[in-house]
């Protein structure tokens, strides 16, 4: 089983490249791991779809308006992640295009069974190249949470790819 660690944003925009902070310190954290990829996907492009269809789990982290206060983090799951995309696809750009990512992905039939998506409640996305404070602060939940969703990818493995078009 191939995890797909993959980190979204641009870290010249504060919180908006909270994705890829997050990414990095899990790939240091997991560097010894065979198993699982990490790729900075920046702010995405449909060459994407390539290093999706060659995975069995996928894990992506990004900012993500979520209507709550800055730092706030929740994840969602196979059909949440998939709800939560379709439903919130004017909330942030990268949405889009992982709305777009995942249609092509369904269409060649590669969009992984075991999914998720990790979004955190930016405070800012204006230049520089710092996260605010309090985004800052959620690095250690968003870690956790993935190590998480890790743990159950891997207590599950499946080598099938998931072609369920519902």
Do not use: Y
Not at 53 to 64: K, Q
């Amino acid at each position: 089983m191939k995890v797909l660690v993959l980190g979204i944003g641009n870290t010249l925009l504060t919180d908006e490249g909270v994705g890829i902070v997050a990414m990095r310190e899990l790939e240091a954290h997991f560097s010894t791991r065979e198993d699982m990829e990490f790729l900075d996907g920046g702010t995405l492009s449909f060459t994407l779809a390539v290093p999706i269809s060659e995975c069995s789990a996928l894990l992506v982290i990004d900012a993500a308006e979520l209507g709550a206060a800055p730092g706030s983090v929740r994840s969602f799951e196979g059909m949440e992640m998939d709800r939560f995309l379709g439903e919130n696809r004017k909330s942030s750009v990268h949405e889009v295009g992982l709305l777009d990512l995942m249609s092509v992905s369904r269409l060649t039939g590669h969009w992984p069974e075991r999914r998720a998506l990790i979004g955190i409640q930016p405070a800012s996305m204006d230049w520089g190249e710092a996260l605010t404070p309090a985004v800052a602060a959620a690095l250690p939940e968003i870690c956790a949470t993935a190590s998480e969703i890790i743990g159950r990818f891997a207590s599950h493995p499946d080598s099938a790819m998931h072609h369920d078009m519902s």
